[in-house]
Each structure stands twice: as structure tokens, then as C-alpha cells.
Nanobody
Framework: QVQLVESGGGLVQTGGSLRLSCTASGRNLGTHAMGWFRKAPGKEREFVGRIDYSGSGGRSHVIDSVKGRFIISRDNAKKTMYLQMNSLIPEDTAVYYC??????????????????WGRGTQVTVSS
């Protein structure tokens, strides 16, 4: 059984930074792609970015609206993925969720099937 737990959310002013963590327990997810999503009030859940496992290149990418501000990284020894968020703006206010691909060692040219989810952490950016 896999459990993902997010932490690091909170209230921050515009222009501030936060680092979210997603720690896994249970199955070793070191060979799974992982991702971040967010859901703002009144909006659909939005994909933020993902990071592949090292065997498929270990590359990360984020959506255009956060490019240059958000960075995804992972430390497999700590079973933790991170989302470094800089230059935060009110539009970033949302509940942030981490997720992991259900399949291990998926090639990077395939889209992950995010079957494992955390419960989310609230990020609020004040203007």
C-alpha cells in the first residue's frame, strides 16, 4: 500500500516562496514518475508538473504559467518529492496535491497514470 503525504503549505505574501514536500511510505516509488497538481476554489484540478524517474532521464517539467517560478525535484533516498515555489502570486492559491504513477519504470514518452494521491496541502498567497 502506498501513502503520500504533502507538507509545507501555508500563507505567504505575493512574491514570497514556499517549498512543498511529498513523502511516500509503503511501496518504493523511486522508479515511478511523480507529479504535482493543484485545485483552486471554483476551478478544475490542474496539472502543475511532473518528474520522471532517473532511469527514464529524471527530467522535470512544469506548466507554462509557473515556468521560471516553480521547480520540481526528488530525493529518492528520502522518498520525497519537492515543489519549490518562488515569486508566488494570488493566482497560485490552491490545494496542492502530489501523485505517483501507478506503473514503475514507465518510459518518459508515455503519459503517467497517476493512481496514487496525497490528501493535499493548502497554499494561500495574499495580495
Amino acid at each position: 500500500q502506498v501513502q503520500l503525504v504533502e507538507s509545507g503549505g501555508g500563507l505567504v505574501q505575493t512574491g514570497g516562496s514556499l517549498r512543498l514536500s511529498c513523502t511516500a511510505s509503503g511501496r518504493n516509488l523511486g522508479t515511478h514518475a511523480m507529479g504535482w497538481f493543484r485545485k483552486a476554489p471554483g476551478k478544475e484540478r490542474e496539472f502543475v508538473g511532473r518528474i520522471d524517474y532517473s532511469g527514464s532521464g529524471g527530467r522535470s517539467h512544469v506548466i507554462d504559467s509557473v515556468k521560471g517560478r516553480f521547480i520540481i525535484s526528488r530525493d529518492n533516498a528520502k522518498k520525497t518529492m519537492y515543489l519549490q515555489m518562488n515569486s508566488l502570486i494570488p493566482e497560485d492559491t490552491a490545494v496542492y496535491y502530489c501523485a505517483a504513477d501507478s506503473q514503475a519504470m514507465r518510459p518518459s514518452d508515455e503519459d503517467p497514470d497517476f493512481g496514487f494521491w496525497g490528501r493535499g496541502t493548502q497554499v494561500t498567497v495574499s495580495s
